[in-house]
């Protein structure tokens, strides 16, 4: 059974720093890797989208990397500002067995960006 | 608009009552999806159709039941709702090839007291 695992569990940091967010996942069968943002009680909007064929991914100050072989993903997020501020989920879509296509999602890490 | 959209946002409903939440696409995804989140248990699938006629349980589809009407919604009721039912629930879409990424809508807030 495929399980995501998210570190650190939150994190806080002042505005402007490069920050690392972690993930890991422990069956490396999967076709691909999404990084989602939550803010507080809303929906999940996708941030990046790494295929198992891939390194990584950018988007503006975001950039997301794969290594599916080891089962790990960083998205690495520079020049942070309060408004990055939120909670950052990692997903991963299964290829194998009876999961075939199937999301698993880390618990999330939660971001604070202080001015 | 969203091309996810779910109603209502937000709802409280007393235990025992059946409620329906619904959810929308134009994004012309084949699959739907419905999630709920809890704190600490993070998303978890409850039941999912790669199109109208092939609907599936999920990790926790008991108390749920759903209706794909046509390929564009996909409805999740609670059928006596209770309390420990109360959660965010996310619809979801995604094509049909495995290489593409998941739509989440916005979500409902659902509250049984």
């Known amino acids: 059974k495929q399980e995501v695992t998210q570190i650190p569990a939150a994190l806080s940091v002042p505005e402007g720093e490069n920050l690392v967010l972690n993930c890991s996942f422990t069956d490396s069968a999967i076709y691909n890797l999404q990084w989602f943002r939550q803010d507080p009680g809303k929906g999940l909007t996708s941030l990046l989208l790494i295929q198992s064929s891939q390194r990584e991914q950018t988007s503006g100050r975001l950039n997301a990397s794969l290594d599916k072989s080891s089962g790990r993903s960083t998205l690495y997020i520079a020049a942070s500002q309060p408004g990055d501020s939120a909670t950052y989920l990692c997903a991963v879509a299964n290829a194998g067995g009876t999961s075939y296509g199937k999301l698993t999602f880390g618990q999330g890490t939660i971001l604070t960006v202080h001015p | 608009d969203a091309d996810v959209t779910q109603t209502p946002r937000n709802r409280i409903t007393k235990t025992g009552k059946r409620i329906m939440l619904e959810c929308s696409q134009t994004?012309?995804?084949?699959?739907m999806y419905w999630y709920r989140q809890d704190p600490g248990l993070g998303l978890r699938l409850i039941y999912y159709?790669?199109?109208?006629?092939?609907?599936n349980k999920g990790e926790i589809s008991d108390g749920y039941s759903v209706s794909r009407q046509a390929q564009a919604k996909f409805s999740l009721s609670l059928e006596s709702a209770i309390p420990n039912q109360t959660a965010l629930y996310f619809c979801a879409t995604r094509l049909g090839f495995p290489n593409y990424g998941y739509t989440f809508g916005s979500g409902t807030r659902l509250t049984v007291v």
């Open positions: 159709s790669f199109d109208v006629k092939d609907i």
């Open positions: 994004k012309g995804h084949d699959r």
